[in-house]
């Protein structure tokens, strides 16, 4: 599903990635831990493709296609999704009519017919339960006045909505407390563990991976990939740390 | 009419004016006014939509009785310069509410020009007024605030806020507040800015086509120059004719 390669980008003349490689297929959880300073959130920003983040060599396919040759916005409508560490606030926007402009803009580059005002509500509705967001929330503008908590938790609802085919999620478990936690790992595998479907989950910590049981757990540091394995990587690296899981 | 000599640049309110284009405009929309007396306790409700191909002047003065209230809203989204210049003299517990939107490209002036004069107590005022140029457009807006001496318990509040979508585009905000009484409130911002670039990668990563984001954007930065007006299809109508000038630039 997605192929990176050999993958080098830079910020401002900065090289952060080095030769990052990796592969996910369709039905699989992987995580990438790493210290900070690694090249986590570059990495999802470079596949995110936000502007400012430069890829000078090596490539990413995405079902067969040159993710990096398209925009932000064809990238959603190819069934990708980014979740964002620090969620933006959007002042005068509100959150229903962001999502389902959102919506319904990947469904016309689809060729699917736009949702209705009563539809998307009732999507919308759906998928805020799932993530126990009240749903008054959604009617406000987007971000604004939210907690680090419902922040994560409203991208949750908006990848519960999107329903994308692959995500990206960088530190949403960051900012979470325990209870919320529980509630979006589970909101995770509701919406994104299906067989044609994956996730590339970013963090520091494992508590999150008690939720969302990865298949792949890969270190990375100075911007490459150093070490994979299988879930009780995370483990091991959660009792050793970083220094030590990374010399053996 | 107390003055039939044209102005120059060095008048104050119209300093940032085009000249040239003023030029073209006879002599009495320049100098003259359209006065309206409100009666104590009427409500004076107005909107204004300067959308033309020639240069454009309007001139109210406005003197509100005890009790009355003025509610001005307007959209300059002309394609030649466009003036709109108001002066409101309040008395005891009168509103002067105006709600402004100057929008456009193209080597065009648009600009709002007031003078409120809280020429006696316990009055209010609140003007918020936005602009979104592009292209080597200017948007200026100049309000001047009196305050009498005897004005006590004026509440005076104005806000202007730019955007501007490219280089060359300018905005011009010339807050001017003679306060003369002692126990006022008036309060006063400007600020001039660029589109939020993390708002618009931020839509554009859940699908949002960058024009439509745009067009998103530029609606919420405009919606508190309009929030004020109550009639909700006139809203509409004003902000159609806003945005209606960005469909033509793009």
Same mark, same amino acid.
């Given at each position: 599903m997605l192929k990176i390669d050999n993958l080098h980008a830079e910020i401002g003349g900065k090289?952060?990635?080095?030769g990052l490689s990796l592969e996910l297929n369709a039905g699989e959880v992987h995580a990438i831990m790493g210290p900070n300073g690694a090249g986590k959130s570059t990495l999802s920003y470079v596949l995110g493709g936000?502007?400012?983040?430069?890829?000078t060599a090596g490539s990413v396919t995405y079902n067969g296609e040159?993710? %990096?040759?398209?925009d932000p916005h064809e990238r959603a409508a190819a069934g990708f999704f980014l979740g964002f560490q620090y969620p933006v606030e959007i002042p005068g926007v509100s959150n229903v009519q962001f999502l389902r402009e959102a919506l319904n803009s990947q469904r016309r580059v689809r060729g699917e017919e736009p949702l209705s005002g009563g539809e998307f509500l009732k999507l919308a509705k759906e998928k805020a339960a799932l993530l126990k967001l009240d749903m008054e929330m959604l009617k406000r503008?987007?971000?604004?006045?939210?907690?680090g908590g419902e922040k994560k938790r409203n991208e949750m609802v908006q990848m519960g909505i999107l329903d994308p085919k692959l995500a990206v999620l960088d530190?949403?478990?960051?900012? %979470?407390d325990i209870d919320a936690l529980k509630v979006v790992g589970e909101g995770i595998n509701a919406i994104m563990?299906?067989?044609?479907k994956a996730v590339l989950l970013i963090t520091h910590y494992q508590r999150l991976l008690d939720y969302v049981k990865p298949d792949f757990v890969h270190i990375l540091a100075g911007g490459r990939i150093v070490k994979s394995g299988g879930a009780d990587l995370a483990h091991r690296l959660e009792e050793e740390g970083y220094d030590e899981v990374m010399a053996a | 009419m107390t003055t039939t000599t044209m102005p120059t640049i060095r008048d104050e309110e119209w300093r940032y004016a085009d000249f040239a284009a003023l030029e073209t405009v006879p002599e009495a929309e320049v100098t003259g006014w359209d006065e309206i007396a409100v009666a104590p306790g009427e409500v004076l409700a107005r909107t204004f939509v300067l959308d033309g191909a020639a240069p454009d002047i309007q001139r109210l003065r406005i003197t509100l009785g005890e009790g009355a209230r003025a509610e001005i809203f307007a959209v300059n $989204?002309?394609?030649a310069y466009a003036r709109l210049e108001i002066e409101v003299t309040l008395t005891p517990h009168s509103h002067f509410e105006f709600g402004g939107v100057l929008i456009g490209g193209g080597d065009v002036t648009r600009e709002f020009v007031t003078r409120t004069i809280?020429?006696?107590?316990?009055a209010t005022s609140n003007q918020t007024v936005r602009a979104v140029h592009w292209g080597t457009a200017s948007g200026n807006y100049l309000g001047r605030i009196d305050v009498a001496r005897? $004005?006590?318990k004026t509440d005076a509040a104005q806000d202007f806020k730019g955007l501007l979508l490219e280089k060359g585009a300018s905005a011009n905000a010339k807050p001017e507040l003679e306060i003369f009484a002692d126990d006022v409130k008036c309060a006063h911002g400007a600020t001039v800015g660029q589109l939020d670039e993390m708002a618009r990668y931020y839509m554009a990563s859940r699908g949002v086509a960058p024009d439509v984001a745009e067009h998103l954007l530029i609606r919420a930065f405009l919606a508190d120059a309009l $929030? $004020?007006?109550?009639d909700e299809a006139e809203q509409e109508r004003l902000f159609d004719h806003a945005l209606a000038a960005l469909e033509k630039a793009a």
């Open positions: 090289e952060i990635l080095k936000r502007p400012g983040y430069e890829v040159d993710l %990096l040759a398209m503008f987007v971000n604004v006045g939210f907690s530190e949403t478990d960051s900012g %979470l563990r299906q067989p044609d | $989204a002309a394609s809280h020429a006696e107590p316990e005897h $004005a006590q $929030a $004020a007006l109550g």
